[in-house]
């Protein structure tokens, strides 16, 4: 029988484990559930409608329009950033789980061996920088599909015609996923002191500064 431990969860690096679990499978969840559409009716020659769905990984191209001169299409290719994002979320799941199977069944040896803390320090400051760069890009990519699909913009493409209407659905599963992006770095982020306080450099710190009996 295994022998396990669920005293790391009494303490602040296992609570954060917990939370970082959690809010990683909500920041990539919403993001490729997400799904929207953009209904265009009478904005043409053909007075017909047309609608074009968004969805996960964000790489479209359709033609909404036919005027007189030339069709009018819509594009957006912003899945290097969605899947980046997608990505930071999955890995940083996956070394959640192994991490704290780490602190449930061998944290003995996490504690006696001063590679293991330091590699747990560093691997987190690493999904740290990922969570940030990674928030920070899908939030530029969000724009970018939100300035492609606004009604006017698509209206002043389509000749302003009087009789078009253009629907688009709404955005807020994709700005509540940007929310967990960046929660997610400050979580990452805010591990880092509590992971610091386990490593050889923290205690090194510690005995110096506590003057020998």
């Known amino acids: 029988m295994v022998a396990y ?4 969860f009494q303490e602040p690096r296992g609570v954060m484990r917990i939370l970082q679990f959690i809010f990683a499978i909500c920041s990539f969840a919403t993001t490729v559930n997400f799904a929207t559409t953009v209904t265009l009716q009478k904005c ?3 007075n017909s409608t047309k609608t074009v769905t968004l ?3 964000f790489r479209f191209a ?3 329009c036919t005027n007189a001169d030339k069709p009018v299409d819509i594009s957006a290719n912003v899945a290097s950033d969605a899947q980046f994002y997608v990505a930071t979320g999955v890995l940083s799941l996956l070394y959640c789980i192994f991490i704290i199977a780490v602190y449930a069944m061998i944290d ?3 504690k006696s061996k001063t590679e293991i803390p330091l590699a747990d320090f560093m691997l987190t400051t690493v999904l740290a920088v990922f969570w940030l760069s990674g928030s920070a890009a899908w939030a530029n990519g969000t724009n970018a599909l939100k300035n492609v699909t606004d009604p006017d913009n698509l209206k002043a493409y389509c000749g302003n015609l009087p009789t078009c209407s253009i629907v688009v659905s709404s955005f807020s599963r994709l700005n509540i996923s940007l929310i967990f992006g960046f929660l997610n770095f400050f979580l990452w ?3 880092l002191w509590f992971l610091y306080k386990e490593t050889i450099w923290f205690q090194s710190r510690q005995a110096t500064a506590t003057p020998g009996v």
Do not use: I, N
Not at 5 to 8: E, M
């Open 5 to 8: 431990t669920l005293a790391p």
């Open 44 to 46: 043409d020659l053909t």
């Open 55 to 57: 969805e996960y990984p």
């Open 62 to 64: 359709e033609t909404v």
């Open 108 to 110: 003995e040896l996490y």
């Open 189 to 191: 982020a805010s591990d």
